[in-house]
């Protein structure tokens, strides 16, 4: 089974970027958590960020045609206001699951929706690394009652 994981703007800063919301693990850290796991439920992982809104839309569109079983996505702030991003989430037939790493609801008030919501299954914030690994477990469980092994 393969499980797409996407990252979105500024992710690539993580480590750099505001450690009290955010630690100090890098993208690469996560990454290679996220492969740890990946291989303990037997899943391929493959992720992918971009700080660039319409090559994250290209990569979901491919994802449509993909082997990928599900999908685990963490926009950053594209999450707030991307109805492009939303669009094309909404094409897949597979589960989407959002991930944040700080818990965003006890953030500034713009962070409090989502517009990627809708078109997931489910999200997960506030836990840091372990956003990532539970929204890999939920998706891989996700993928497996709909059939995807």
């Known amino acids: 089974m393969r499980i797409a994981v996407l990252h979105g703007v500024n992710l690539n800063m993580f480590g750099q970027r505001d450690p009290t919301q955010y630690g100090t693990a890098t ?14 439920l037997d899943v391929t992982v493959d992720c992918f ?3 660039h809104e319409g090559l994250l839309v290209e990569r979901i569109h491919n ?3 993909s082997d990928a079983r599900a ?14 991003l939303a669009d094309a ?9 959002e991930v944040h790493m700080s818990n965003v609801h006890a953030r500034e008030t713009f962070r409090h ?4 919501a809708p078109v997931c299954a489910g999200s997960v914030c506030g836990f840091g690394v372990e956003s990532y690994l539970l929204g890999l ?3 891989h469980s996700l993928a497996l009652r709909a059939g995807g092994v």
């Not at 999908?71 to 492009?84: D, F, P, Q, R």
């Not at 989430?89 to 699951?97: F, G, S, T, Y």
């Open 27 to 40: 993208l690469a850290d996560i990454d290679a958590a996220l492969a740890s796991l990946g291989r303990e």
């Open 49 to 51: 960020q971009t700080n």
């Open 137 to 139: 477990r939920a998706a």
């Open 113 to 116: 929706h989502s517009v990627l």
């Open 89 to 97: 989430l909404a094409i897949l037939r597979v589960p989407v699951v």
């Open 63 to 65: 994802l449509a045609d």
């Open 71 to 84: 999908v685990v996505i963490n926009a950053g702030a594209w999450t707030h206001y991307s109805y492009a």
